[in-house]
């Protein structure tokens, strides 16, 4: 049985149509990044999958249940940490996190014990007692993804859990969740190409609706990604030597004396050739492996959205 | 018990406020102190009356002393025996009303007969004719021994009212002043809504009446000391309670508990905690045209159907004849009215929450 299944999973406002007949398995113990740009559906898809909205069409289940029929039975097992730290601002952690697990009906030892574990491993400890509102952004964000462990779900949603922290505050949240690969089925969505690259089992990609791309990451960059590409420093590069290679090659781009050049089988050697037989002095030359941004722009494009 | 865990949250957050606390705690003080002073009920100060003798008979002699010997009232000298000369007095503002005593007032007396007396007062002050109605009318009975038109036990009554214009006010006051726990408990939960953080309380295992219960439950202390506050300022100020202080209590309860599920149902519906500070539009209508802050003897029959089918308007009578003398049997219709709409109100709000937690 996959932890989570959604069956043509479909929601519209409107005449708007946010989730357009997603079909998505993720297996138990699998950690799922679901990427997409602004307003493509990821945060409505995890809205459904926590009975926070109702499908127009399809259903998905959570272990078995069934998010139309018994979404109490889906909120036992399911862990949320949403995109906005939403926590409750003159509550201090312990509280915080008490609230959350005796509403997950737990026993006020086990509420306890879990949230002295969870406060140490979130570095919250010293501030336990603290009223949350006097906390920093990335205090709260670790604070909200404790909130959604307290109840040892068996599937944790986390929505943009790192969104605007600082690049410690992020690696450390990182950290933790990738502790908890294997043992918990975990859904994240996320703007950060690295995160989803580096925390991730397989990776979807979600554009206007709809799943565009499915796999692991070394999977996307070869499905999607034929190009290869190749970075030049260069000192005096001329304009008559740029409109050559523009010609001979797919993409070229010029950004500060860095030449990057794209094109399927690049032959290194024969460009560094090239160049030095024009008289243009070559500083660096190295072939790049694509990214995932590369492969992320590839497929949703580089069209602005809302 | 998951009610129990967001309720003390949902305490925790309004005793953890200041500027709420504050609010929600000083405005009874600050409500009771304004209305009685404005209602210059700082003093017990006797009412001037004026009176017109057409009778002139030894009765009606004995009856005007009677009256002169009542606290709340101090007669004008002198007695009139004309309607014309007190009449022009009014008219010329030298005097606020008078008590007309018609002709065969000791006959009709003497054989038991309906006896009609007449307390004529300035259009433009009805208030003060109103708080005088009710004393005479007590006086009137118990001198001659006519039942008294009004429900009210008259028992001293008269005699034992400090201040008439404290004693009307201040039930409507109470009942208006704990109109505020609807806007104040519609606007925590449409807050919570607006941050996103019941959005978050949907995603756990907690029922549509674990909401409802827990969003309630810290204002029930809020709706006892406050109720304390008004009639401990009241009573301060020249309030007489001459019935059962129980039975007011209950009903000033039972009042806010529809303020509070009303908050339950406008909290439900409206998306921002501004959006819920519009009940106010709703509140002060509601409030005048229940009589909480001036009679509403002359409001037109369609306007009191409105205010009759509300819970506010009998929670105001009901106060208000309890704290004046009348005993709880008097007032069981607008109890059970009140309970009525407490239970209903409840059972909306669970419904309508039910809807929110899903969209």
Known sequence: ?306 | MKFWEIGKRNLKEIYRNPVLLGFLLGMPLAFMLVFVAATGGGQASPIALSVVDEDSSQTSSAFIQYVGGVGAIELNEPVYSEKSEAQEELDEGKISFYLLIPAGFEAAQQTQQTINLELIYKAADPMMGLQLKPIIEAVGSEFLGVAPPLNVELKGTESIIKNPAVNFYAPGIVVFGLMILISTAAEIIAGDREKGFLARMFTTPARPWDFILGYSLPFIPVLIISTFIYLGVGIALGLTVVGNLGHAFLVFFLIGLCGIGIGMIVGSLVKSESQAGVSWIFIVPIAMISGTMFTVEYMPSALRSVAGALPFIHAVDASRAVINGSSFSAIIIDFYWLIGWAVVLFATGIVLFRRTMVS
């Open chain 1, 1 to 306: 049985m996959n932890a989570i299944q959604t069956f043509k999973l479909t929601k519209k406002f409107d005449s708007l149509v946010a989730v357009n007949g997603i079909d998505l398995e993720i297996n138990k113990g699998e950690l799922f990044s679901l990427l997409g740009p602004n307003g493509a559906g990821k945060t409505t898809t995890i809205r459904m999958l926590c009975c926070l909205l109702k499908p127009t069409r399809g259903t998905a289940s959570i272990l078995g249940h069934d998010i139309v029929k018994t979404p109490f039975a889906v909120k036992d097992v399911i862990g949320v940490s949403p995109q906005d730290t939403t926590l409750s601002e003159r509550l201090n952690c312990w509280e915080n996190l008490a609230l959350i697990g005796k509403v997950h009906g737990l026993s006020s030892d086990t509420v306890a014990r879990r949230s002295k574990e969870l406060l140490e491993t979130m570095g919250l400890m010293e501030r336990g007692k603290d009223q949350v509102r006097k906390f920093s952004g990335g205090m709260k964000r670790r604070l909200s993804i404790a909130m959604a462990l307290i109840s040892d779900p068996q599937v944790l949603f986390l929505d943009e859990p790192t969104l605007g922290l600082d690049p410690q505050a992020r690696r450390n949240i990182w950290d933790y969740i990738d502790t908890l690969k294997g043992k918990k089925t975990i859904l994240l969505t996320t703007h950060y190409m690295e995160e989803a690259d580096s925390l991730s089992d397989r990776i979807g990609i979600i554009d206007e609706g709809r799943i565009v791309a499915l796999g692991t990451s070394r999977e996307l960059k070869t499905q999607f990604f034929e190009m290869q590409s190749m970075a030049v420093s260069t000192g005096n590069i001329t304009a008559e030597v740029i409109e050559d290679l523009q010609s001979k090659y797919s993409r070229l781009e010029m950004t500060k004396g860095k030449l990057k050049i794209y094109h399927k089988d690049l032959d290194f050697k024969g460009i560094v050739d090239y160049l030095h037989s024009r008289g243009i002095t070559v500083y660096s030359a190295a072939l790049e492996q694509p990214t995932l941004e590369d492969v992320f722009i590839q497929i949703t494009g580089k069209k602005l959205r809302d």
